[in-house]
């Protein structure tokens, strides 16, 4: 990738992720279509705001525009995320360091809080395998890169899959999933024996 094209998708970037409603619409948006009428009662923001968010995402490619309705004179735009905008762990390097560490809180809260949903909704456990797996291990600088690139490929698959998926569906609801991985280095004293 040259400087020019690393330095616009550094620019781009920082402008989608850096504000925390961004991030809240883009995760609404990767399980649903919805329009910004919705998503003010489902953000509890008010519409002029979400309106902003919404346009610069679309300007940014993050957004796919699905369908119009016309409604008293106006017209209502249906978005769905764009999961080729999304970013993953081979963009993860070309994201500023302090960035990094901000979109990362932002995204285990929000895990959390769906994780939390989930539980107390009784639909964690609902579908045959669904679950969490949670493995402490201790790895050389080999077994991490090995590690790294089997979260990488899967990664990449579950996109795959969620994209698919998206093509068949249209603009049909389908069936909300998060899935979930994360490989990072434990605090000391929290790795296994």
């Known amino acids: 990738m040259g400087k020019k094209r690393k330095r616009q998708f550094d620019q781009r970037l920082v402008r989608v992720m850096n504000h925390p409603l961004r991030l809240q619409i883009l995760g609404i948006l990767s399980e649903r279509v919805a329009s910004p009428n919705q998503l003010t009662r489902i953000t509890k923001q008010d519409l002029s705001t979400v309106s902003y968010h919404v346009r610069v995402l679309v300007d940014e490619d993050c957004l796919i525009l699905v369908r119009t309705e016309p409604r008293r004179g106006a017209v209502e735009h249906f978005y769905r995320a764009n999961l080729e905008a999304f970013m993953g762990s081979r963009d993860w390097p070309r994201v500023p360091p302090p960035l990094r560490e901000e979109i990362s809180g ?4 929000e895990l959390s809080a769906r994780v939390i949903a989930a539980l107390e909704a009784k639909t964690f456990q609902r579908r045959d395998g669904s679950g969490l797996s949670w493995l402490p291990l201790r790895l050389d600088e080999a077994g991490w890169e090995e590690a790294r690139e089997i ?21 049909q609801p389908g069936i909300p999933v998060i899935v979930a991985l994360a490989a990072f280095e434990a605090v000391t004293g929290e790795e296994p024996a």
């Open 106 to 109: 932002e995204a285990w809260q």
């Open 151 to 171: 979260v990488t490929k899967a990664e990449r698959s579950i996109r795959e899959t969620g994209e698919a998926s998206a093509r068949r569906l249209k603009d």
